[in-house]
């Protein structure tokens, strides 16, 4: 007995497919009373012709419905590429090639289960990464800052008036130090996030951004607890979409937007500038990537009427 691989699974029932064409012709041959002359005789033509038809037709229909398989297994690989979560084919059907698809849908759980783990695990670093930095600019500089604005200000009251105003000028430039300093460490980890919630950390967000030629406006919506994981997520998604638009799209006008969309609370960065984006980079995937994570669905499509639209939605 051989050994039962779908390819040679497929070979008997080819075989045997064609075998029954075969012996139903030659039994109708040899039962009926049609005969075919040698040279042949304009009679037997249509009866000979509708006798081929009929059995390449039969054959078409067999072979089809045996390969149907490979046709779904063929088109599930080509959308594995772009990181489709979870898209698996049925198994159904009769066995031989079923036993196929089911092979690759256990193969693609594996696949994605790694996958899921190793980002998560990747994220978490880059999250605790980033609490550092935050925490040491903070801390660190933030307090240095701190110090020599504590220490200009009794030189600047005792100062002879013609260098007051240059004295005023570098408590103003500390000043403005401090604020950059904060302002990139809670870039780095949103403390917002934490202590007041994902609406007024993307209120924040949105002010960071609404500098120069650029006003982001805001449509943010009450949504319901999303759990930290998944507020993350929205948070970093915004974050990258805001930082794209004002890197990439020359855009003037922005809309941040959070609303209960389904079931699902549902994120959009859309801005009118020059996308959409014609290949993905490291950005992009890393959204995708995040949104896999916690079971959201990204895209990245034109906006209506011209721009980028951005668009998350966690279930909810
Ligand atoms: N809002 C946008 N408007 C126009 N082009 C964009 C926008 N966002 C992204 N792009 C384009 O898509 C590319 C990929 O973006 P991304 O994956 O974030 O990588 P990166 O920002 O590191 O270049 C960008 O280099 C840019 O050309
Ligand atoms: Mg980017």
Partial sequence: MSTRTPASALFWR??????????????????????????????????????????????????????????????????????????????????DLTDLVATLNALLDRVEAERGARTAHVLAAQESERSRIARELHDEIGQTLTVVLLALKPLADRAPADLSDDLAAVQEEVRASLVEVRRVARRLRPGVLEDLGLTSALTALAGDFSTGGLAVERRLEHVPDLGADAELVVYRVAQES???????????????????????????????GSGPP??????????????LLVGARLTVDARPGGGTRVRLAVPI
């Fill in 278 to 291: 014609g290949r993905e980079g490291a950005g992009i995937s890393g959204m995708r990537e995040r949104a």
């Fill in 14 to 95: 080819i075989l045997a497919s064609n075998g029954v064409i075969f012996v139903a012709g030659t039994t109708i041959l040899a039962l009926s009373p049609a005969t075919v002359s040698s040279p042949v005789l304009a009679g037997e033509l249509p009866v000979l012709t509708g006798g081929l038809a009929l059995m390449v037709a039969a054959n078409a229909l067999l072979l089809r419905s045996s390969l149907a398989p490979l046709v779904r297994l063929n088109a599930l690989v080509a959308r594995v590429g772009a990181l489709h979560s979870g898209d698996r084919l049925a198994v159904g059907g009769q066995g």
């Fill in 242 to 272: 805001l930082t794209n638009v004002a890197r990439h799209s020359g855009a003037r006008r922005a809309e941040l937007a959070l609303a209960v969309e389904d079931g699902a609370a549902v994120l959009t960065v859309a801005d009118d």
